[in-house]
């Protein structure tokens, strides 16, 4: 009986060794691998944006519409936002950097209640990355240097390009030509 108990004991630990170690090897698997708790293409990753900057940071510079759009990939309501009806002649710049990223030129009428273009300025100055979130596959547009979300782009856009990039006001900052 003494055998029995100590062979029983034995079994118990194994079995808690093995589901302990189980554990940790689908933890493992499951994560992504980071630099300093840093999620590879997040906004804060240096390797990939030279530019990108803590999201605390950006919490402080941003206005909370700006940061809930380019930090945490927000999208503000369509036909409700201060850019999507706008006629003026000049650029859209960065909200965050300021860099020049989109004409007055380039700017249709989509139909969509978002601000859209047909190109960028310099096609430089933005990334089109993967994004599968809220069940969907789609493209979308960050600032190349920083990695902050401007919007998405599609393929449904008018001629020469074919291309609507469909950006977020609060992503922009508005520079009226003279």
């Known amino acids: 009986m003494k055998l029995h108990n100590t062979m029983r004991i034995t079994s118990q ?8 170690l189980l554990g ?19 906004s804060e990753d240096t390797k990939t944006y030279p530019e990108a900057k803590p999201n605390a940071y950006w919490k402080k510079v941003l206005s909370p519409d700006a940061y809930y759009i380019l930090v945490e ?36 009428d989509s139909g969509t209640g978002w601000p859209s273009f047909f190109k960028p300025i310099d096609p430089k100055a933005i ?24 919007g998405h782009v599609f393929e449904d856009g008018p001629a020469p390009t074919g291309l609507r990039y469909c950006l977020d006001s609060w992503a922009l900052k508005f520079v009226k030509g003279q």
């Open 13 to 20: 630990k194994l079995l808690t060794i093995c589901a302990i």
């Open 24 to 42: 940790i090897t689908f933890s493992a698997c499951s994560q992504t691998q980071t630099n300093g708790g840093v999620k590879p293409g997040s």
């Open 73 to 108: 990939k927000g999208t503000e309501p369509p036909f409700h936002n201060p850019y999507w009806n706008n006629h003026e002649k000049g650029i859209y710049v960065s909200a965050a950097t300021g860099k020049p990223l989109f004409s007055s030129d380039a700017k249709y």
């Open 127 to 150: 990334m089109i990355v993967r994004d599968n979130s809220d069940g969907m596959v789609r493209d979308e547009v960050v600032e190349r240097s920083t990695g902050l979300h401007l």
